[in-house]
Nanobody, 125 residues
Framework: QVQLVESGGGLVQAGDSLRLSCVAS????????MSWFRQGPGKEREFVAL????????DYGDSVKGRFTISRDNAENTMYLQMNSLKPEDTAVYYC??????????????????WGQGTQVTVSS
Protein backbone atom coordinates (compact mmCIF):
# COMPACT_ATOMS: atom_id res chain seq x y z
CA GLN A 1 0.00 0.00 0.00
CA VAL A 2 0.96 3.66 0.26
CA GLN A 3 3.15 5.19 2.94
CA LEU A 4 3.39 8.97 3.32
CA VAL A 5 6.11 10.94 5.11
CA GLU A 6 5.88 14.71 5.63
CA SER A 7 8.77 17.07 6.26
CA GLY A 8 9.63 20.76 6.13
CA GLY A 9 7.78 22.13 9.13
CA GLY A 10 9.36 24.51 11.59
CA LEU A 11 9.12 27.73 13.57
CA VAL A 12 8.80 30.93 11.53
CA GLN A 13 7.61 34.50 11.97
CA ALA A 14 4.42 35.94 10.52
CA GLY A 15 4.91 36.83 6.88
CA ASP A 16 7.55 34.16 6.29
CA SER A 17 7.33 31.18 3.96
CA LEU A 18 7.75 27.43 4.29
CA ARG A 19 7.61 24.55 1.85
CA LEU A 20 6.30 21.24 3.11
CA SER A 21 7.06 17.96 1.37
CA CYS A 22 5.26 14.63 1.40
CA VAL A 23 7.09 11.63 0.00
CA ALA A 24 4.93 8.66 -1.02
CA SER A 25 5.96 5.05 -1.46
CA UNK A 26 4.67 2.78 -4.20
CA UNK A 27 4.40 3.03 -7.95
CA UNK A 28 0.80 4.25 -8.23
CA UNK A 29 1.38 7.72 -6.84
CA UNK A 30 0.16 9.56 -9.94
CA UNK A 31 -3.17 7.72 -9.80
CA UNK A 32 -4.04 8.96 -6.32
CA UNK A 33 -5.82 12.10 -5.28
CA MET A 34 -3.76 13.77 -2.57
CA SER A 35 -4.51 16.52 -0.10
CA TRP A 36 -3.00 18.52 2.72
CA PHE A 37 -4.87 18.85 6.00
CA ARG A 38 -3.95 20.62 9.21
CA GLN A 39 -4.98 20.38 12.83
CA GLY A 40 -4.34 23.09 15.39
CA PRO A 41 -4.38 22.55 19.16
CA GLY A 42 -7.86 21.56 20.30
CA LYS A 43 -9.29 21.99 16.79
CA GLU A 44 -10.84 19.73 14.18
CA ARG A 45 -8.74 18.56 11.28
CA GLU A 46 -9.11 21.14 8.51
CA PHE A 47 -8.84 20.78 4.75
CA VAL A 48 -6.02 22.84 3.25
CA ALA A 49 -5.45 21.84 -0.38
CA LEU A 50 -6.22 19.10 -2.93
CA UNK A 51 -4.25 17.77 -5.89
CA UNK A 52 -6.74 15.58 -7.73
CA UNK A 53 -4.68 14.16 -10.61
CA UNK A 54 -1.00 14.41 -11.47
CA UNK A 55 -0.78 17.79 -9.77
CA UNK A 56 -2.94 19.56 -12.37
CA UNK A 57 -6.36 19.88 -10.73
CA UNK A 58 -6.26 21.71 -7.43
CA ASP A 59 -8.54 23.15 -4.79
CA TYR A 60 -7.87 25.16 -1.64
CA GLY A 61 -9.48 25.93 1.64
CA ASP A 62 -10.80 29.47 1.93
CA SER A 63 -8.40 30.38 4.72
CA VAL A 64 -5.29 29.62 2.62
CA LYS A 65 -6.46 30.54 -0.89
CA GLY A 66 -4.04 32.94 -2.53
CA ARG A 67 -1.26 32.18 -0.04
CA PHE A 68 -0.64 28.42 -0.35
CA THR A 69 0.15 26.41 -3.48
CA ILE A 70 -0.05 22.62 -3.80
CA SER A 71 2.04 20.79 -6.39
CA ARG A 72 3.29 17.29 -7.22
CA ASP A 73 6.42 15.83 -8.73
CA ASN A 74 5.32 12.36 -9.77
CA ALA A 75 8.81 11.37 -10.89
CA GLU A 76 9.93 11.79 -7.27
CA ASN A 77 6.65 10.59 -5.72
CA THR A 78 6.53 13.86 -3.82
CA MET A 79 3.80 16.38 -3.06
CA TYR A 80 4.57 19.91 -1.92
CA LEU A 81 2.77 22.67 -0.11
CA GLN A 82 4.31 26.10 -0.63
CA MET A 83 3.10 28.35 2.17
CA ASN A 84 3.60 32.10 1.81
CA SER A 85 2.54 35.05 3.95
CA LEU A 86 2.16 32.79 6.96
CA LYS A 87 -0.07 33.91 9.81
CA PRO A 88 -0.20 32.81 13.45
CA GLU A 89 -3.53 31.11 12.75
CA ASP A 90 -1.69 28.80 10.33
CA THR A 91 -0.02 27.16 13.33
CA ALA A 92 -0.92 23.47 13.22
CA VAL A 93 0.30 19.98 12.53
CA TYR A 94 0.15 19.52 8.77
CA TYR A 95 -0.71 16.12 7.31
CA CYS A 96 -0.68 14.75 3.81
CA UNK A 97 -3.37 12.27 2.81
CA UNK A 98 -4.09 10.08 -0.21
CA UNK A 99 -7.22 8.56 -1.75
CA UNK A 100 -7.51 6.14 -4.65
CA UNK A 101 -10.14 8.39 -6.19
CA UNK A 102 -11.31 11.92 -5.47
CA UNK A 103 -13.78 11.58 -2.59
CA UNK A 104 -17.27 12.94 -3.07
CA UNK A 105 -16.54 15.27 -0.17
CA UNK A 106 -12.80 15.81 -0.55
CA UNK A 107 -12.72 18.15 2.44
CA UNK A 108 -13.76 15.34 4.79
CA UNK A 109 -10.65 13.70 6.27
CA UNK A 110 -12.61 10.49 6.86
CA UNK A 111 -12.72 9.90 3.10
CA UNK A 112 -8.95 9.43 2.73
CA UNK A 113 -7.23 6.06 2.75
CA UNK A 114 -3.65 6.88 3.79
CA TRP A 115 -2.08 9.46 6.08
CA GLY A 116 1.38 10.66 7.01
CA GLN A 117 2.55 11.25 10.56
CA GLY A 118 2.36 15.05 10.32
CA THR A 119 4.85 17.90 10.53
CA GLN A 120 4.56 20.83 12.94
CA VAL A 121 4.29 24.38 11.63
CA THR A 122 4.45 27.19 14.19
CA VAL A 123 4.05 30.84 13.18
CA SER A 124 4.87 33.53 15.71
CA SER A 125 3.55 37.09 15.54
Amino acid sequence: QVQLVESGGGLVQAGDSLRLSCVASGRTFSNYAMSWFRQGPGKEREFVALSAWSGDSTDYGDSVKGRFTISRDNAENTMYLQMNSLKPEDTAVYYCAAAKTVPGNFKDPRRYDFWGQGTQVTVSS
